[in-house]
């Protein structure tokens, strides 16, 4: 046969199987091989918050999607080149997601009687003999089938053998595009070490998925993938919740500060606590709190007690901790606050994105107690952010709000790493003895209104501290009315002057001025900039700006603002930062909004943009 | 005159330990005489003030830290116990007390709690028992017997109360006492042995709220009646009580009895107090019997419960040696580069 090799700019692929099979690892080992191999990529795993739904049921699907490419990628992919099917309710639940035109890899075995009709097929109706798939490119292989010849010596039961079903798929989609097994063989030896019949069981399936591909016939050409022209320096891949993970860490060594994270397990922030745990050696100290209120106010505790401390949760587990937000920010310790969003009100969407807790951030407390607030717009952009929102803890004695949510948590791309001589200092301001004052006052504040940090340990600066209304300076409890606006005021303008510390907004792509400026925060950063990327090259009059920082906003966002026509705000969710851009500088922002627990395509933010340019 | 001298200790005195303000308990309120044996144990075991820490939550005893001249917080409802918990495992070097009150701790705070037991973090809680709810002004609290009339229950609460320190038995507690506001020298010996525990130690005091539920406690604490009421209890010794000392506690099976030391009965006959013995510590949290309601067994003070067992603090600092031990002492630049990296040239 003759080989053909075609070239592609940009391909994305969708893995759907069962929640069972093993899709997020052969998404996640696809990606790491094409990172290394120098594409750019990005990640998107979705998944259900079931553990093990029903086996062949569409509520049972979890899938992968990523978009690798020879270019800049800045998204997942709006629709995938590639749907891998393990199972019929697979492809049901993941065909709006293919491209007319698309490839379709099915699993013979997982198109049985059994799953056709697990998956909602009835009256044996299939899809893979009817001509319903006419618009697509349907390459069928029995993985099971196959899978089990070929480990079928092994003594392995049946059972186990299934398991490495999707090494055999990922097997052929390396041969498909050309790239080599190394990545994938070395995390064998990592992943089933001193189990050397694992190791050799999944090394057999993954090479005879290789030659599959080479020596089946079905497939009629191969692709060609190109390097992307990333700026040179060296990369690693990574995703969002890891690169919180060792943000902090960076921010701690470089205060010079420990680390104490306080945390109740939650989806899908659970990952940050995992990664933690597995750096004690850097003397981090992870704390599987009884309850999401226990876990915030240990952190405060050891705030208190001179550590950075940090506390980490999803929207639910946020309003537990709102207490103790407003005591932190009384208090006036510096603590850091993860939420990795994902879809509410209350238990909602564990499994799936939303841009759902801006409002909470901003105003959920009682009281007048603002909160810095702070969010990451792609996964390697986690690191920045959360070193940021621990610098401004430290530098400014407040709690810090920091927004990720499940789509950047989960998903990946390559980072150019920083080296650690490279990260900008943070500058921690102990005390160390005590003052001429006889007694000590711990609300005695500096230039920006910043109050020290007086660690117990240290004499002469013994001082009490509480959730009551403090006098001015001395921080003794007091109830009179003038010191309690007084205060009040204190704090409010304290957390306004760190605009005084952040960068100026930038337009991230366009003019600076002109008839729309396309207005982000979070995690919607990739679908706007691939959108307006292509708009622009298209000659419409149109502009990017990202928000990373929520309270306080850039000084010279008003004015940034104010010169564009429109201003529209794309946001996974009903609403929120549009009302914040609306009540901050008095334009007419647009709302753009899906609530659906999945992000923007590229394509529905350029259509509205087109929509409202008329 | 006095003279400071550099460079020397300097033994405080229990007044070294207030603070400048002022304390604004209701007169006669049990709080105070807790509040002035624990600034003269404090005195007495020769602690520093940088070192010591107050952790408090919210009600009337959560004022505490205040009228202290250490480090204190006052936290919120509930809370004293989880935040106390991230200090100490932070600073396991800081003398850390916790000040609650049966609402707090038993109620708002009841999960925090037993957690903080089971952990076992070296800390030492003073729960002040009044069985009522003070700074909200009188409602029935978890430690409140069935029937209690107050505002929030003026036909008598109809909640089973909890019983203090069976509960944080149960939490697998490694030190449990209990002594009461109106002994000022057992509070203050209690203190102290609370102190010298490693591992948490829960000491509930008794203490009386002379305004939403004045003599609560009396039958235990005033002179006329505590001597048949009351039972101290000392390591080694047999239990015995009563005015003359003539009544002592026997055990037949699991099953504690009162009986009369006479010619029949000697203390050799009677159960021997040991501290060590979680089964029979059960059995004394257990003497619990209502007062008005016709009462038999005393109820006991002093040390129910010693246990030695690591401490959470310390296990953590081990488990970081630990991995320092194995993975050596953490890289940030081979953190920030991870396993795979690849070249862009």
């Known amino acids: ?614 | 005159m006095s003279i400071k001298m550099e460079n020397a200790e300097i033994k405080l005195s229990g007044k070294d330990f207030a603070s400048d303000q002022e304390v604004k308990w209701c007169p006669g309120c049990g709080d105070y005489s807790i509040l002035k044996q624990v600034q003269s144990t404090l005195a007495d075991i020769g602690v520093k003030r940088e070192d010591t820490v107050f952790v408090s939550g919210i009600g009337c005893s959560s004022r505490f830290p205040y009228y202290m001249n250490t480090y204190g917080v006052h936290s919120l409802h509930g809370r004293a116990t989880a935040l106390a918990s991230g200090l100490k495992t932070a600073r396991p070097d800081l003398n850390t007390w916790i000040v609650t009150g049966d609402g707090d701790a038993l109620s708002i705070g009841g999960n925090h709690l037993i957690h903080l037991l089971r952990r076992n973090l070296n800390v030492n809680i003073l729960l002040f028992n009044n069985e009522i709810y003070g700074l909200t002004k009188g409602q029935y609290s978890p430690a409140s017997p069935k029937g209690t009339i107050t505002k929030s229950s003026p036909m008598g609460s109809l909640d089973h109360s909890f019983n203090p320190l069976a509960l944080c038995l149960g939490a697998d507690s490694t030190f449990i006492a209990r002594s009461m506001d109106r002994d000022p020298k057992h509070l203050r010996a209690i203190l102290a042995e609370a102190n010298n525990h490693i591992g948490t130690s829960m000491v509930e005091i008794y203490q009386n709220c002379n305004v939403f539920n004045d003599g609560a406690f009396f039958t235990f604490t005033e002179k006329a009646t505590k001597g048949n009421t009351t039972l101290q209890l000392e390591h080694g010794q047999p239990l015995i009580f009563g005015d003359n000392r003539d009544l002592g506690i026997k055990l037949d099976g699991f099953k504690p009895v009162v009986v009369a030391l006479d010619e029949s009965t000697s203390t050799d006959d009677l159960w021997v107090h040991d501290e060590s013995d979680q089964v029979k510590a059960g059995i004394l949290t257990r003497f619990f019997d209502i007062p008005s309601a016709g009462m038999t067994l005393p109820r006991p003070f002093g040390v129910f419960y010693k246990e030695s067992r690591s401490v959470y603090e310390e296990d953590v600092a081990i488990q970081i040696n630990q991995a320092i031990e194995i993975k050596g002492e953490g890289d940030l630049n081979s953190l920030l580069a991870g396993a795979n990296t690849w070249e862009v040239i």
């Open chain 1, 1 to 614: 046969m003759v080989e053909t090799k075609e070239e592609k700019k940009t391909v994305t692929i969708l893995f759907a199987g069962d929640s069972g099979d093993g899709m997020q690892l052969t998404g996640s080992q696809f990606t790491n091989t094409n990172a290394l191999f120098g594409n750019d990529v990005s990640t998107f795993p979705d998944f259900p918050a079931e553990i093990r739904a029903p086996q062949g049921t569409i509520a049972g699907v979890s899938g992968f999607q990523l978009n690798f490419g020879s270019v800049d990628v800045f998204t997942p992919g709006d629709n995938a080149d590639v749907l891998v099917a393990m199972n019929a309710a697979a492809l049901k639940a993941s065909l709006l997601k293919l491209k007319i035109g698309g490839t379709i890899i099915v699993n013979l075995s997982g198109f049985d009687k059994k799953n056709l009709r697990l998956a909602g097929f009835l009256n044996d109706e299939n899809p893979l003999t009817d001509s319903s798939l006419g618009k697509y490119r349907v390459l069928e292989m029995d993985v099971t089938k196959l899978t089990r010849a070929c480990l079928a010596d092994t003594g392995m039961t049946v059972k186990h053998i299934d398991r490495s079903k999707n090494m055999f798929v990922l097997g052929v989609l390396y041969w498909m595009y050309n790239r080599k097994l190394d990545t994938t063989l070395d995390f064998f030896k990592v992943k089933f070490k001193g189990k050397q019949d694992l190791i050799d069981a999944n090394t057999k399936v993954l090479t005879a998925g290789y030659y599959f591909g080479d020596t089946s016939e079905i497939f009629t050409s191969r692709y060609e993938v190109k390097p992307a022209p990333l700026s040179k320096g060296v990369y690693r891949n990574i995703m969002g919740n890891q690169a919180t993970a060792i943000g902090l860490i960076a921010a701690v060594r470089k205060a010079n500060l420990d680390l104490f994270y306080g945390s109740y397990p939650i989806t899908p922030a659970s990952d940050i606590l995992h990664e933690l745990a597995k750096h004690k050696n850097f003397g981090v100290k992870t704390y599987q709190a009884e309850d999401e209120i226990a876990a915030i106010c240990a952190a405060i505790g050891a705030s208190f007690g001179g550590h950075l401390g940090v506390t980490t949760s999803s929207g639910p587990g946020i309003a537990l901790k709102g207490e103790a937000l407003g005591y932190a920010a009384i208090l006036e310790l510096p603590l850091v606050v993860i939420n990795v969003q994902r879809g509410g009100p209350s238990t909602g969407l564990p499994t799936k994105t939303e841009q759902s807790d801006l409002m909470q951030a901003l105003y959920g407390r009682n009281g007048e107690a603002p909160i810095p607030v702070v969010a990451p717009c792609t996964p390697s952009d986690c690191f920045d952010v959360i070193y940021e929102a621990a610098r401004i803890a430290v530098e400014h004695m407040t709690p810090v709000f920091f927004l990720s949510d499940g789509y950047i948590a989960n998903g990946s791309e390559p980072w150019s790493f920083p080296l650690a001589k490279d990260l900008v200092p943070i500058k921690v301001k102990k005390l160390s003895a005590g003052g001429d004052d006889e007694k000590y006052r711990p609300y005695v504040r500096n230039e920006k209104l910043v109050r020290d940090w007086a660690i117990p340990g240290v004499k002469g600066l013994e001082h009490r501290v509480g959730g009551l209304e403090k006098e001015n300076e001395t921080g003794n409890v007091s109830y009179d009315p003038a010191n309690h606006e007084l205060m009040v005021k204190l704090r409010a303008k304290k957390v306004a002057n760190i605009s005084d510390t952040i960068p100026d907004q930038n337009i991230e792509i366009g003019e600076d001025s002109g008839k729309v400026l396309v207005l982000g925060w979070g995690s919607t950063f990739g679908a706007c900039k691939t959108a307006v990327t292509e708009l622009v090259k298209d000659g419409v009059e149109v502009s990017q700006a990202h928000v990373r920082y929520l309270n306080p906003l850039p000084k010279n966002l008003g004015d940034l603002i104010s010169r564009f026509d429109k201003v529209l705000v794309p946001e996974i969710n009903d609403g929120q930062f549009v009302k914040l851009i609306r009540d901050k500088y008095l334009v007419d922002a647009i709302p753009f909004n899906k609530i659906m627990g999945i992000p923007f395509s590229s394509q529905e933010i350029k259509e509205k943009v087109l929509e409202i340019l008329g």
